[in-house]
């Protein structure tokens, strides 16, 4: 974000640079600053569809369905012809609840674009969403065969295989993510996971270490390592240091906050690590 910033300070209309930053801002969760520079590069070039989708599908994770709407809408307004557009639009859907009008508009977009892994990978979260795994195994794997890069469909189809016990599986689905992105920590997270899962308890605990390397703080693999050492490996200590870490950098919101914090009582410590 420094960098990009600086690039801008030489050239405010530099799009590349503004695009480059909001995307470094969006994975640091800075999700206004980022939308603030995506409408800046839609305002420097209207008729950009790619960036449009992105503000859409930022303000989608954001939780402002309507506001994703709105810019999707835009942009097929300008270009109904957009496969992607329409994909962004059933993501939209589905997040809103409307399973039965998402998967129509995606099955509208993956015939206007029969090669579109976004299409098929969107599709399989409709499955998933009614509860069909094994129907989203199929599509997640359809979107994986149009195109062995696709991150998010091979990334969903380790996950349906993890959810189904099937670690096996699942580990070089997300070893090629990992492979493709080394600094991809959702997919290092659920390696982590899958190696555990199989019992290859160092394996897991180098990924997650891995992880600390790059993002010191991420509370998720604090978290997993924490269980490991007092789940698997029986050693309380190292517990004990993971989780004192974990319960320093979690926000108070964080789904394994509370399971933590009943994990430090049964150590027999505080939330700061000491007994």
Known sequence: MKAF??????NPGHT????ARAEASRRLHRLGAARKDYETAVDHDP????????LASLLRDS???DDALDAVREGLRKNPRDARAYVELGLIYLANGREELAELVLNKAAIMDPKSPGAWNALAL???????NQEAFERF???????????????????VLMDAGDYGRAVPEL???????????????????????????????????????TAAKNPDALFNLTVLHMDFKRDERGARVYLARYLQVAPEDHPRRKDAEGRMKELGADKGGKE
Request: hydrophobic fraction near 45%; avoid cysteine.
């Open 175 to 213: 070893e090629a993510v990992a492979g493709a992105n080394p600094d991809d920590v959702d997919a290092l997270i659920a390696l982590g996971v899958a190696y555990r899962g199989q019992a290859e308890y160092d394996r897991a605990k180098a990924t997650w270490e891995r992880v600390l390397k």
């Open 63 to 65: 939780g402002k369905l």
């Open 126 to 132: 409709v499955s998933m969403r009614r509860g069909n």
């Open 47 to 54: 008729g950009d569809a790619a960036t449009r989708i992105r």
């Open 5 to 10: 910033s600086r690039a801008l300070a030489v």
């Open 141 to 159: 794997d359809h979107a994986t065969s149009l195109d062995p890069a696709f991150r998010d469909a091979r990334f969903n189809k380790a996950a």
């Open 16 to 19: 590349p640079s503004l695009l």
